[in-house]
C-alpha cells in the first residue's frame, strides 16, 4: 500500500463516523420534537373536550307593568309672588317690626323710617286746612244768605280749600311711604338693614317670598307641544325632599317657541303647604301624557346594546348531547306574548342560556320595556353576560343582584 493508499483511509473513516454522529443527534431531536408535539396535541384535545364549568349569573323575570307614556324634564321653582322688600322714600331707620324668617301677612308694617319733619308739616297743612274751611263756610253763608261777598271771593276760598286738602293728601302719602308694610302674604328672609341706617329710595331690606302655592317652571320639545295643555297632572321631585313626589297642574303654557332652543316654556302650579319647595330650586318633572299600556319590562342590566341589534340571554332547562349542553327551543315566535311562560328551575340549579334578539322601547329608572322577542314570565340573565354564550350552562346566585326599579332612589343622592 503506497502513502496516497493510507492517507484517504483516516479521511473515509472521519466523515462516516460524523455522518453517524448527525443520524443519532437528528433522530434524538426529532423524538424530542415529536413528543412535544404530541403532548400538545393530547392537551388540545383535552381542553377542548373539556367542559366548562357554569357561569355564574343573577337573573331576573320578565313581568307585565302598566306604563304610560311620560314627559321627563328638569324645571325650576319660583314664587307666585316674590321680591325684595325696599323703600320708596329715604330716611333713618327707626325701628324694625319683623324678625328675620318668620311668617308675615299682607299689610304687616316691617319697618319704620324717622318722619318726624314730615309729621310736623302734615300737622301744619292741617292747621291750616281747618283755617280754610272755616273760612269758605263763613264766605258761603256771606253769599248765600246776605249776598254781602262777590262769588268770586267764595270761588278763591274754594279752591284755597281744594289745594290744602290735596297738600295734605300729599304730606299724608309722604308719611305713609316712611311705614314699610308687607305688599303680599309670605315668608320673610334674612334682614338686610340695622337701627339707624340711612336708607336711599330702592335700597333692599328683605326678601319676600310666597311659598304656597308654587310655581315650577320647565321647557318641553316643540314636537310634544300637542300633548301638553293645561290641568294636565305633573309630578316633581327635589333633592331636598328625598323619597316625596309633590303633585300639581300645568296652568299656563308660553304661546310661542323659543328660536334659540325650539322648546316650549311650561307653568305649573303645586302646592307646597309645608313650605319644603323653595323658589330657584332645581325639580324633576314627570308629567303623564297618555293612557296606560301593558308592556313587559326586564332590568336594564339584562340587555347587550349592540349596533346590529339588542340580545338577552333567556334562562331555560336544558338537555345534554354527549359533553354539550343544548338549549330547548324557543317558542316565543309562535307564542301569545300576553301569555306567561312557563317558570324555570330555582335558584342553584344548573341551566342553560340561549341569547335571542329583542326590540326595546322606552325606559323607565333601571328598567327597559321589551316590545318584541320576550314573554312575561321568561327569565334573562342580568349580570355576568360577558361570560356567556349561545348555549352556555350557567347557574344563579342571586345573592347580589343588581336593583332594578322604575324610580329608583340610589342612597348617595
Known amino acids: 500500500m503506497n502513502r496516497r493508499d493510507r492517507t484517504v483511509q483516516p479521511h473515509r473513516s472521519t466523515a462516516l463516523r460524523m455522518l453517524l454522529m448527525l443520524i443519532v443527534v437528528g433522530a434524538v431531536f426529532g423524538a424530542i420534537f415529536g413528543l412535544k408535539w404530541y403532548g400538545t396535541k393530547m392537551m388540545n384535545q383535552a381542553m377542548d373536550n373539556m367542559p366548562m364549568p357554569p357561569a355564574s349569573i343573577t337573573a331576573a323575570v320578565a313581568r307585565q307593568e302598566q306604563w304610560g307614556d311620560s314627559l321627563a324634564a328638569i324645571g325650576s321653582l319660583a314664587a307666585v309672588n316674590g321680591t325684595h322688600v325696599t323703600t320708596e322714600a329715604a330716611g333713618v331707620v327707626s325701628a324694625i317690626r319683623f324678625e328675620s324668617g318668620h311668617q308675615v301677612a299682607r299689610g304687616d308694617v316691617l319697618l319704620q323710617l324717622d318722619a318726624t319733619t314730615e309729621l310736623a308739616s302734615l300737622r301744619a297743612l292741617e292747621a291750616g286746612l281747618r283755617l280754610a274751611l272755616t273760612q269758605r263756610d263763613r264766605f258761603r253763608e256771606l253769599y ?24 295734605v293728601e300729599a304730606q299724608r302719602a309722604l308719611v305713609a311711604r316712611k311705614t314699610i308694610r308687607a305688599p303680599f302674604a309670605g315668608r320673610l328672609g334674612i334682614r338686610q338693614v340695622n337701627l339707624g341706617q340711612y336708607l336711599n329710595p330702592g335700597d333692599a331690606i328683605v326678601s319676600l317670598q310666597s311659598l304656597d302655592p308654587i310655581h315650577l317652571d320647565f321647557s318641553v320639545p316643540e314636537q310634544r307641544l300637542a300633548e301638553i295643555r293645561t290641568g294636565l297632572p305633573v309630578t316633581a321631585q327635589v333633592d331636598a325632599a328625598p323619597g316625596r313626589s309633590f303633585e300639581g ?87 301569545d306574548p300576553g301569555q306567561a311562560a312557563p317558570p324555570v328551575q330555582v335558584e342553584g340549579d344548573t341551566l342553560t342560556v340561549s341569547q335571542r334578539f329583542i326590540r326595546t322601547g322606552a325606559s323607565r329608572g333601571d328598567l327597559v320595556a321589551v316590545l318584541e322577542g320576550l314573554r312575561p314570565g321568561e327569565r334573562v340573565a342580568t349580570s355576568g353576560l360577558l361570560k356567556l354564550r349561545n348555549g352556555a350552562t350557567v347557574v344563579i346566585n342571586d345573592r347580589v343582584e343588581p336593583t332594578a326599579e322604575a324610580e329608583p332612589a340610589p342612597d348617595n343622592r
Open 144 to 167: 248765600q244768605e246776605r249776598k254781602l261777598v262777590a262769588r268770586a271771593d267764595l270761588d278763591q276760598r274754594e279752591s284755597e280749600v281744594e289745594q290744602l286738602q290735596a297738600q
Open 249 to 335: 297642574t300645568v296652568t299656563a303654557i308660553e304661546p310661542e317657541v323659543d328660536l334659540a332652543t325650539r322648546n316650549v316654556r311650561v307653568q305649573a302650579t303645586l302646592a307646597n303647604p309645608d313650605g319644603l319647595l323653595r323658589p330657584g330650586t332645581s325639580a324633576r318633572v314627570a308629567a303623564g301624557v297618555g293612557e296606560p299600556r301593558t308592556v313587559v319590562v326586564i332590568p336594564q342590566t339584562a340587555v347587550s346594546f349592540n349596533p346590529y341589534g339588542n340580545s338577552v340571554y333567556v334562562i331555560g332547562s336544558g338537555r345534554t348531547d354527549g359533553d354539550r349542553a343544548v338549549p330547548e327551543q324557543d317558542a316565543a315566535g309562535d307564542a
